[in-house]
C-alpha cells in the first residue's frame, strides 16, 4: 500500500452520537485523525468550565483505544471499520 | 469467584438461619459471596459528591465493613438532586458531606463502621491508611486528585476504581499495579491542566467545578454501581473477571457501551514505585503529632545516621511577601493548606497578591522551628515518610498512630 491510499472509516462522536463516514490515509496516526477531527469541530475541545478535554479514539472490533502514534494500518483497520471518539470525563458530579 | 464454602460454614449458616438474620442473606446466596470478607474489608472512598453518594450507599447495601470517607466540602443546594444522601436540611450545617455521608450509610445498615476525614486527599490522608485498605473508590472531580490517588495507591500497592460522570455518560478505570496506570496514560493537554490547577494554593480552587458541567444521578449510579461490583471482586481476591487493565466507557443518550484496554504502562513513570513490605519500617514510637526534633532524633538514632531529611511532595511555606506593599512575613505552612482564607490577614489591601518567598521541601535539622509537630507542617496520622540518609532511602511509617484508624 502507498502513503497516499485512504478508506472510509466510520467515526462515531461521544457523546453527540454523530456519526461521520471520513475518507483517512492509511498511515494516518490517532493523534493526527483526532486533531483533524476536532479541527472539524466534530467534538468540543473544552468543557463547558474550560478545561480541556482529551479524546480517546476507539477501535471496538479490537476494544483497543488507537494511541496517538499508531496508524490504522498498524492496527489493521479496515475499509468500513468503526471507531469512536470519546472523551476521557473527569467530573465525579461534585 | 471464590472458593465453594465448607461444610463448617454452611453449618454455621444452619445454626444461626432459624434465630437470627443476616444483613446479606440474600448475597449469601451467591456461591461466589464470601460473607466474612466483605464483613471484614475496608475501603477507602475519596469524594463524597454524586457519584460517592451512589458508592457509599452501595458499599453500604452490600455490607461492606469499615468505610473510610475523604471529602473536603459542605453540602449546597445544587448537590440534592444527585446525591441520594443528602437532604435539604444539610445545607448550612456546620457538617462536611464526608461526615453527613458517614451517617446516612449507618441508617441504611446499621453494621457498617465508618471513619471520615474533612481533607484533601493531596496531603491529609496518611499512606498507612492507604496502605490498612482492601480497595480504594476515587469519585473525583479533578486531574490532580487522581493523580495523587494514583501515586500513593501504587505506593502501597492497592488497586483502585476509578468512576467520572458527564451529562448521561460515564467512565470506569480499574488501576492496578503493573495493569494499568493513570499517570501513564495523562497527555500534555492533562499536564498543563494539572500544572495550572496545582498553581492555586486554595483547596477549594485546586479542586474547583463551577457547576457548568451536568452530572445526573442516572450515570452516577450506573457507574457507582460497576466501581462498587469492581470493588467486590477486588475484596473477593477475583482478579480474573476484575477490569483490571481495561476501561468502560458509557453512553446513555446513544447506548453505547465500549471496553477497551487501557494504554499499556510506560517503563519509567513517577508513580510506579511499589514500598515492597521488608522496606517498611513500623516505627511505633513515631506519631504525627510529635516534635519534628524528636521526630529527627529518633530516626539519627535508628539508622546511625546524622544526616536525615524527611522528603515531602509538597512545599512547606516559611516566608511570604504581600506583593503591592513589598511586606514580608514568616511563616510555617504546608502550601496545600495555605488557603485563601488564611492569606488575608496578610494582604495590606484586599485582594492584595501574595507571594510565596521562601520554602523547603524537606525537613532536617535546619528546620526553623524544630518544636512544631510533624502533622502542623502538612504529615497526617499514619503516614509513611520517606526518609533520606547519607547513604540511601528509606519508608518509615508513624506506626504509633496506629489508634488513628478507629472505625465506629
Same mark, same amino acid.
Given at each position: 500500500m502507498s502513503n497516499s491510499e485512504v478508506m472510509g472509516i466510520v467515526v462515531r462522536v461521544m457523546p453527540s452520537g454523530d456519526e461521520l463516514e471520513v475518507e483517512l490515509p492509511i498511515y494516518s496516526t490517532g493523534k493526527e485523525i483526532k486533531e483533524e477531527l476536532l479541527a472539524a469541530e466534530v467534538a468540543p475541545r473544552v468543557d463547558p468550565e474550560g478545561n480541556p478535554y482529551v479524546y480517546d479514539l476507539i477501535f471496538k472490533r479490537k476494544n483497543v483505544s488507537i494511541g496517538d502514534s499508531k496508524t490504522l494500518f498498524d492496527l489493521q483497520i479496515q475499509e468500513g471499520d468503526t471507531l469512536y471518539l470519546a472523551p476521557r470525563l473527569v467530573p465525579g458530579g461534585k | 469467584?471464590?472458593?465453594?464454602?465448607?461444610? *463448617?460454614?454452611?453449618?454455621?449458616?444452619?445454626?444461626?438461619?432459624?434465630?437470627?438474620?443476616? @444483613?446479606?442473606?440474600?448475597?449469601?446466596?451467591?456461591? @461466589?459471596?464470601?460473607?466474612?470478607?466483605?464483613?471484614?474489608?475496608?475501603?477507602?472512598?475519596?469524594?463524597?459528591?454524586?457519584?460517592?453518594?451512589?458508592?457509599?450507599?452501595?458499599?453500604?447495601?452490600?455490607?461492606?465493613?469499615? !468505610? #473510610?470517607?475523604?471529602? #473536603?466540602?459542605?453540602?449546597?443546594?445544587?448537590?440534592?438532586?444527585?446525591?441520594?444522601? #443528602?437532604?435539604?436540611?444539610?445545607?448550612?450545617?456546620?457538617? #462536611?458531606?464526608?461526615?453527613?455521608?458517614?451517617?446516612?450509610?449507618?441508617d441504611i445498615n446499621p453494621n457498617v463502621k465508618v471513619q471520615t476525614i474533612n481533607g484533601d486527599i493531596m496531603i491529609d490522608v496518611g499512606l498507612g491508611v492507604m496502605r490498612r485498605m482492601d480497595v480504594i473508590i476515587g469519585c473525583l472531580d479533578n486531574r490532580i486528585a487522581r493523580l495523587f490517588i494514583n501515586r500513593y495507591a501504587y505506593k502501597v500497592g492497592k488497586v483502585w476504581i476509578d468512576g467520572a460522570i458527564e451529562n448521561l455518560s460515564g467512565q470506569l478505570n480499574v488501576y492496578k499495579n503493573g495493569k494499568s496506570c493513570y499517570e501513564c496514560a495523562l497527555t500534555n493537554v492533562d499536564w498543563e491542566n494539572i500544572r495550572f490547577k496545582m498553581g492555586c494554593a486554595d483547596i477549594a480552587q485546586r479542586n474547583s467545578t463551577q457547576g457548568r458541567v451536568p452530572t445526573t444521578p442516572i450515570s452516577s449510579s450506573i457507574i457507582a454501581a460497576m466501581q462498587v461490583q469492581e470493588a467486590i471482586k477486588v475484596i473477593h481476591g477475583n482478579e480474573k473477571q476484575s477490569m483490571a487493565g481495561e476501561q468502560f466507557k458509557y453512553d446513555g443518550m446513544n447506548n453505547w457501551i465500549i471496553q477497551f484496554q487501557s494504554e499499556p504502562v510506560r517503563e519509567e513513570c513517577d508513580s510506579h514505585y511499589e514500598i515492597k513490605e521488608e522496606e517498611l519500617t513500623h516505627a511505633k514510637e513515631l506519631r504525627s503529632d510529635m516534635k519534628i526534633g524528636d521526630c529527627l532524633t529518633?530516626?539519627?538514632?535508628?539508622?546511625?545516621?546524622?544526616?536525615?531529611?524527611?522528603?515531602?511532595?509538597?512545599? !512547606?511555606?516559611?516566608?511570604?511577601?504581600?506583593?503591592? *506593599?513589598?511586606?514580608?512575613?514568616?511563616?510555617?505552612?504546608?502550601?496545600?493548606?495555605?488557603?485563601d482564607h488564611m492569606q488575608t490577614p496578610y494582604q495590606k489591601e484586599p485582594g492584595e497578591p501574595i507571594g510565596i518567598t521562601k520554602y523547603v521541601d524537606m525537613i532536617d535539622k535546619d528546620f526553623p522551628n524544630l518544636e512544631m509537630t510533624l502533622k502542623e507542617v502538612g504529615i497526617p496520622p499514619l503516614h509513611i515518610l520517606t526518609v533520606e540518609t547519607s547513604e540511601d532511602t528509606y519508608f518509615v511509617e508513624l506506626t504509633g498512630d496506629e489508634s488513628f484508624l478507629n472505625f465506629k
Open positions: - | 469467584m471464590g472458593d465453594k464454602p465448607k461444610k *463448617s460454614q454452611k453449618l454455621k449458616l444452619e445454626n444461626t438461619g432459624g434465630q437470627k438474620e443476616h @444483613w446479606d442473606d440474600t448475597f449469601r446466596l451467591m456461591s @461466589w459471596w464470601d460473607a466474612d470478607r466483605v464483613k471484614d474489608a475496608k475501603v477507602m472512598v475519596v469524594g463524597a459528591g454524586a457519584l460517592g453518594n451512589e458508592v457509599l450507599k452501595n458499599l453500604a447495601l452490600m455490607n461492606v465493613g469499615s !468505610i #473510610f470517607i475523604v471529602d #473536603f466540602d459542605t453540602i449546597e443546594y445544587a448537590n440534592l438532586c444527585r446525591s441520594v444522601l #443528602f437532604r435539604t436540611e444539610d445545607i448550612n450545617k456546620n457538617r #462536611f458531606k464526608c461526615e453527613i455521608a458517614g451517617d446516612r450509610i449507618k529518633w530516626l539519627e538514632k535508628h539508622f546511625d545516621d546524622k544526616e536525615i531529611s524527611i522528603q515531602l511532595n509538597y512545599k !512547606i511555606i516559611l516566608e511570604i511577601a504581600s506583593m503591592n *506593599s513589598e511586606i514580608s512575613h514568616d511563616i510555617v505552612i504546608p502550601e496545600p493548606h495555605f488557603s
